[in-house]
């Protein structure tokens, strides 16, 4: 059974950082990409950062471009997500996702699996 768990999320004051984690389980990821995701109240999802786990190559918002970093441990098949400078703007709940085609790396509904969610509050 395939498992995404995010963690990480809490209430930080702007300016701040925190780090997200993403702990893949219940098959191989090699072959994916994994991304980040996340939904503030009355918006759409949206596409943060994603990873290519095989190469480690990037890709950015370029809302949060220069601010956040994403980052994957193979030993640990953990995708992380460090968020500094953070926003009001960036509070959201903030999902890790994996999907194994490229072409649709921003398209939300392209993703096969999805974590729980972890809520992020950034206090200005």
């Known amino acids: 059974q395939v498992q995404l768990v995010e963690s990480g999320g809490g209430l930080v004051q702007a300016g701040g950082s925190l780090r997200l984690s993403c702990a893949a389980s219940?098959?191989?990821?090699?072959?994916?990409?994994m991304g980040w995701f996340r939904q503030a109240p009355g918006k759409e999802r949206e596409f943060v950062a994603a990873?290519?786990?095989?190469?480690?190559?990037?890709w950015y918002a370029d809302s949060v471009k220069g601010r956040f970093t994403i980052s994957r441990d193979n030993a640990k098949n953990t995708v992380y997500l460090q968020m500094n400078s953070l926003k009001p703007e960036d509070t959201a709940v903030y999902y890790c996702?994996?999907?194994?085609?490229?072409?649709?790396?921003?398209?939300?509904?392209?993703?096969?699996?999805w974590g729980q969610g972890t809520q992020v509050t950034v206090s200005s």
């Open positions: 990873i290519r786990w095989s190469s480690a190559y990037t």
């Open positions: 219940g098959r191989t990821f090699s072959n994916y990409f």
């Open positions: 996702a994996a999907i194994d085609e490229m072409a649709r790396l921003y398209d939300s509904r392209a993703y096969r699996y």
